[in-house]
């Protein structure tokens, strides 16, 4: 079968299958070197943005003169700006000067926000004194303060009681008491651009999120322990696990929209302004919830049509599990990957707040006041950005396809499996040494296909309500390809990676040889891996609902936070991926053991001089498995015996 993909002699194809190469040569190395280039350039945004950004501006805010609240500025100053570049550590609030006109009025660093009314400038004075907190210029003494001061616009007439909102000094009337007198305030909160109020939550509540990664990684940890000892339990437990999380977490979604609403109506009727924020956050919740709700009843549908066929997935576990028993070391890959991808999220994420941040310092020709714009480059850095995140964590999960691929093949092509020695280590010493570039190959690929889709959905929405229903409809369908096509090539990658490691050909090559194999047998491959898969991908559904819920609460409770619908969908992601990342374990050893499966069965005939590499178990169960999918699909009560079925 193998042969006819490849032009060689049969025999030929049989000798370089039976084992995995030991003498190959490096793969694919003009894409590992592109994949270096690319990385040198990834390492210069990174140092752009952290020469002219500042990441912490997004938290504390800064004043009139370019200065960053509660950071030491010296070495920053902006020319030509006095007070510029100066020490704020310990001044961690943005204070307004004229609440009434908080676009034009000057904007200082304080390290208290005024708790009661300040109504003349002795009480302003004495509370400078008292409190340590100074409300007029840094330059302007507390024995100066003065009417005259008012009127220039260096100290506040009148201090409302405020209180911190966001890092910046809010007065406590806005949440009690409606009118227009701060109507221009809310304007100023609401014009704040939305990608900065994320990155705000992001950089807030970041160590929140990655302490809810590690509850994730524990979650996905246990998971596979159970899966590794518990089979025939665990499956029915993955299924309900998954039921309980899905309508547990839509429940959530929607007492958390149902709460933010009824917040939101209360304020209505008080006729008390309200935040963008507020009504985003509401907005955001609510396509939350309806999404959840249509995939949790799909989800449930789904598994009453298939709940014959679970039953079958016990056996393929137990089979994956004998690989795991001789080659424990397998379950370890994903703790190594979910630690270079956290690594790599966080460093990601922390470059992109500084690019977000790399902007230009300008002087406000009426006021004088220090403006901040975006640098003429950054447009172009962003999209070389998201190429890298897509590109490298591709990248990251296809090292861990390749060394788990490896291994499985070494393990299933050994007869003697008390001989097995360090098998992962040499399937990672063979991809450091000769296959780093195929990998590389295989993730650009997957780049290729994700990175248009993203670009296509982000079209979609900036032009929602602007196009004619033909042009919409047809954006969708190309969005829904390019999802389909990448889900075929990421299935078709993993199989690779298992021909990679057996033979130690090039990506193209073992890629269509994989494809020859699946297609030859795709009848058995989609009647017993699909049943398995589908099992394996509720538990990833089980662990994001969990990991989901517990961010919901917990993100509720932070008052500081602007959407915190956008961590957790973030956290629900990442929880995702590190679930996959286990999980994904047992999908591969599958995966590699059936192809290495049909690789066996196509160079060998079962007789004593060319005998199986599978075990007895696994070769009955794949036939019964195959029968018994047949009969199902048939509608047959009782499924025909493997003798039947050849008859």
């Not at 003009?30 to 938290?59: N, Y």
């Not at 929140?208 to 499956?235: H, K, P, Q, T, Y």
């Not at 020695?421 to 190959?441: D, M, P, Q, R, W």
């Amino acid at each position: 079968m193998c042969g006819c993909c490849s032009g060689k002699d049969s025999a030929e194809d049989k000798a370089d299958l039976t084992n995995p190469i030991k003498n190959r040569g490096c793969t694919d190395i003009i894409i590992l070197i592109l994949f270096v280039l690319f990385w040198a350039g990834m390492i210069f945004i990174a140092a752009f943005s952290i020469t002219h950004g500042d990441a912490w501006r997004l938290v504390y805010g800064y004043d009139s003169f370019g200065n960053t609240c509660d950071e030491d500025n010296t070495g920053k100053a902006v020319e030509n700006v006095s007070f510029s570049g100066m020490n704020m550590e310990g001044k961690g609030f943005v204070f307004i000067l004229d609440i009434l006109d908080p676009v034009n009025s000057m904007k200082l660093c304080v390290n208290k926000c005024p708790g009661q009314d300040l109504n003349t400038t002795v009480d302003i004075a004495r509370f400078a004194v008292t409190e340590g907190s100074y409300l007029c210029r840094y330059d302007i003494k507390d024995t100066d303060y003065s009417a005259d001061l008012v009127k220039k616009g260096i100290c506040p007439g009148r201090v409302f009681a405020s209180e911190p909102l966001l890092n910046r000094c809010v007065p406590k009337q806005i949440f009690s008491t409606a009118g227009d007198i701060f109507a221009k305030f809310f304007d100023f909160v609401n014009s704040s651009d939305l990608f900065q109020k994320v990155l705000h939550d992001l950089m807030t509540g970041w160590r929140e999120m990655l302490i809810l990664c590690f509850v994730a990684l524990g979650f996905g940890a246990l998971m596979v322990l159970l899966i590794r000892f518990l089979a025939s339990v665990i499956v029915w437990f993955i299924i309900t696990i998954a039921i309980i999380g899905s309508i547990a977490g839509t429940a959530g979604l929607w007492w958390t929209y149902m709460d933010k609403k009824r917040f939101i109506d209360d304020k209505e009727d008080d006729n008390i302004p309200l935040l963008n924020v507020d009504i985003d956050s509401e907005q955001a919740f609510m396509i939350y919830s309806i999404i959840a709700t249509v995939l949790t009843v799909i989800l449930l549908l789904v598994i009453l049509v298939m709940r014959k066929r679970i039953g079958l997935t016990v056996t393929l576990f137990h089979e994956a599990g004998k690989c795991l028993a001789d080659v424990p070391i397998l379950l370890l890959q994903p703790l190594w990957t979910f630690i270079i991808l956290v690594f790599f999220f966080v460093y990601w994420i922390i470059i992109l707040a500084f690019l977000a941040t790399a902007e230009k310092a300008t002087v406000d020709k009426t006021t004088g006041f220090v403006r901040y714009t975006e640098h003429e480059n950054v447009s172009y850095l962003w999209w070389y950005h998201l190429i890298g995140l897509i590109w490298t964590s591709e990248f990251i999960i296809a090292c861990q396809q390749l060394v788990v691929s490896g291994a499985v093949a070494t393990w299933y092509f050994t007869r003697d499996k008390k001989n097995l020695s360090c098998t992962i280590c040499k399937s990672t010493k063979l991809l450091i040494f000769h296959h780093l570039g195929s990998v590389a190959f295989g993730a650009f690929i997957i780049t290729l296909v994700k990175l248009p889709r993203w670009i296509l959905m982000y079209m979609q929405k900036k032009t929602k309500g602007s196009q004619n229903t033909c042009v919409q409809y047809a954006m969708k369908c190309c969005i829904c390809c390019l999802w389909c096509l990448e889900k075929c090539l990421k299935y078709l990658n993993q199989n690779a990676y298992t021909v990679v490691a057996i033979q130690g050909t090039n990506f193209c090559s073992s890629a269509k040889k994989a494809f020859m194999t699946l297609v030859s047998n795709a009848l058995r491959v989609a009647a017993i891996n699909s049943v398995g898969d589908f099992v394996l991908f509720l538990g990833k559904i089980g662990v994001c609902a969990a990991t989901g819920a517990v961010g919901i609460f917990w993100f509720k409770s932070k008052e500081e936070l602007n959407y915190y619908a956008i961590p957790v969908l973030l956290v629900c992601i990442f929880a995702y991926f590190i679930a996959h990342c286990f999980l994904s374990t047992y999908e591969m050893v599958i995966d590699a053991l059936l192809l290495c499966f049909c690789h066996d069965t196509d160079i060998n005939d079962g007789s004593p001089e060319r005998r199986y590499y599978a075990s007895v178990s696994l070769q009955k169960y794949i036939e019964e498995g195959s029968n018994q999918i047949t009969a199902i699909s048939k509608g047959d009560e009782e499924p025909a015996s493997p003798e039947a079925a050849r008859l």
